[in-house]
């Protein structure tokens, strides 16, 4: 099957539609190496490990409903949606160049 616009996809399809799409018709996702994508991957759990271990230094809990809810809290755990954001989208970056 070919790719769609993603636009007129939603979730999960959406997103496969995306990684594909940037896998047939992107230069640089076609030259990089799946070394080099492991490479990012890293960065990106260590870029996470940081935020959690910013948010645990602060003694804020983040699994906690039941903690007051800070701007500052926010923020960080915006940040850390961020970056599982940025994980998740290289792992599929990985298993699609995996398929070529």
Not at 19 to 42: A, D, K, R
Not at 86 to 100: Q, V
């Amino acid at each position: 099957s070919g790719t769609r616009d993603h636009r007129d996809l939603r979730g999960r399809e959406r997103l496969y539609n995306l990684v594909n799409c940037l896998g047939n018709t992107c230069p640089w996702t076609q030259s990089i190496t799946s070394s080099e994508m492991l490479g990012y991957l890293e960065s990106e759990v260590h870029e996470l490990n940081d935020e959690i271990s910013t948010m645990q230094s602060d003694n804020d809990d983040i699994g906690n409903p039941n903690a007051k809810d800070s701007v500052g809290k926010s923020s960080m755990r915006a940040a850390m949606v961020s970056e599982l954001g940025d994980i998740l989208f290289d792992c599929l970056m990985l298993e699609m160049m995996m398929r070529r």
